[in-house]
């Protein structure tokens, strides 16, 4: 048994056995009288475990500090008498289990980032490309535009986002974990393209769900245009999917990084139901 299989296999156990205990309780003479609270924070860390990332990027002990820190916050608000038992030897039991679900959820998040990133490094072998997370690109973003700032140049930004023509082919990709797979060497092949299509000047980033920005140092909006189109072109022919590709352009719409990305995925997500491919604003 692989470690992430075994990884679900004993969080199931954990979810089994704190419903199993909640069952038990709800009887006329418990077995063991845990607190209510006990069992709503047990369940809900399992969920908020595995999609808060900034949970299991930390050592262990952070949420498991975390996650008792909440279970001593609701022992001093809930009139605990009312709703279990008062016996040390039945917190205690509720703080172990607690923290077993904490340490179990941790390993599984852990297990399910890794096959992710084995994933990406895969889909990336097969197609490289340059662009970088966009979590770690902050001080290349904050250079640019200081730069632009600094010397009164123009600088634009790009946001890029491919998806197949037949809707109802991407409702079928999301049924399966093989599709996943294909979805991530998609998304390697379209950053392969979009690296061929651009500068060496330019800043090819990816977002945290796939689309690609391309930050394009001393660039008018007119010229970013042409860029976005000939990207989208570019991307049609290689891969033949649909692309979408808004753009933004300082200082003339926004002063910030973040106002341009806003500015251009809203232009993005307004092409889904038109036949164009690049906006701007005067089309919108």
């Known amino acids: 048994m692989t ?15 704190v419903l199993v205990l909640a069952q038990l309780d709800r009887s006329d003479t418990p077995i063991i009288n845990f607190a209510a609270y006990f069992y709503l924070v047990s369940i809900f860390l399992v969920p908020i475990m595995i999609f808060v990332p900034s949970l299991h990027k930390v050592s262990v002990i952070v949420p498991m500090f975390f996650w008792g820190a909440i279970y001593f916050a609701l022992f001093q608000l809930v009139e605990r008498k009312l709703t ?11 703080i172990i289990i607690l923290e077993v679900g904490v340490w179990l959820s941790y390993q599984l998040a852990v297990g399910i980032a890794n096959s992710e990133s084995l994933m990406n490094v895969l889909a990336q072998g097969t197609f490289p490309h340059r662009a970088i ?37 991407i409702r079928e990709m999301l049924k399966s ?3 996943d797979v294909l979805t991530r060497l998609s998304n390697a092949r379209i950053g ?5 299509a651009i500068r060496q000047t330019d800043l090819l980033i990816r ?38 590709c808004g753009v933004a352009s300082f200082p003339d719409e926004a002063l910030t990084f973040e106002d341009l990305l806003y500015i251009a995925r809203d232009r993005s997500k307004q092409l889904s139901n038109t036949n164009t491919s690049v906006e701007v604003g005067e089309r919108l």
């Open 133 to 169: 997370e966009i979590d770690t690109a902050s001080e290349q973003i904050k250079t640019e535009f200081g730069r632009s700032r600094r010397y009164h140049r123009p600088l634009s930004l790009l946001v890029v986002h491919a998806y197949p023509k037949d809707e109802e082919v």
């Open 3 to 17: 470690n992430l299989k075994r990884s679900f296999f004993w969080i199931g156990f954990y979810l089994l056995i």
């Open 192 to 196: 392969q393209a979009i690296g061929e």
């Open 207 to 244: 977002d945290n769900i796939g689309r690609f920005i391309i930050l394009c140092p001393e660039t008018d909006l007119e010229n970013a245009v042409f860029l976005a189109k000939r990207t989208c072109k570019i991307i049609e022919e290689r891969t033949g999917l649909r692309v979408n």
């Open 177 to 179: 974990l093989q599709q």
């Open 84 to 94: 279990g038992s008062l016996d040390v030897e039945v917190i205690v039991l509720e």
